[in-house]
Nanobody, 125 residues
């Protein structure tokens, strides 16, 4: 059974940094594009960053571009999200996601095959 587990969330002050990790098991990790999504209280889940299976292509939503960096290590079945210059608006539950069909590289994938359970990120002002 596929299992995706996020870690690295926590409480940080505005302007600080966090690094999220996501580890996948029972998954052909290298066959999937991987993405990070988040859901703030009372809001819909939104995609923020995605990376192709090889790591050669990345995509960021405008509101995180230049502050967040997505990366992956296929040998370790691991995905990362380095988050810098955090703002209170970044407070959310962050989810790791796997997609076999990332077609439009100028947007987040529209189909997700597997989700993680999420990790809470809280940014205080």
């Amino acid at each position: 059974q596929v299992q995706i587990v996020e870690s690295g969330g926590g409480l940080v002050q505005a302007g600080g940094s966090l690094r999220l990790s996501c580890t996948a098991s029972a998954l052909a990790f290298g066959d999937y594009s991987m993405g990070w999504f988040r859901q703030a209280p009372g809001k819909e889940r939104e995609g923020i960053a995605c990376i192709s299976w090889s790591g050669a292509s990345t995509y960021y939503e405008d509101h995180v571009k230049g502050r967040f960096a997505i990366s992956r290590d296929n040998a370790k079945n691991r995905l990362y999200l380095q988050m810098n210059a955090l703002k209170p608006d970044d407070t959310a539950v962050y989810y790791c996601a796997a997609s076999r069909n990332w077609i439009n590289r100028n947007a987040m994938p529209t189909t997700i095959d597997h989700w993680g359970q999420g990790t809470q990120v809280t940014v205080s002002s």
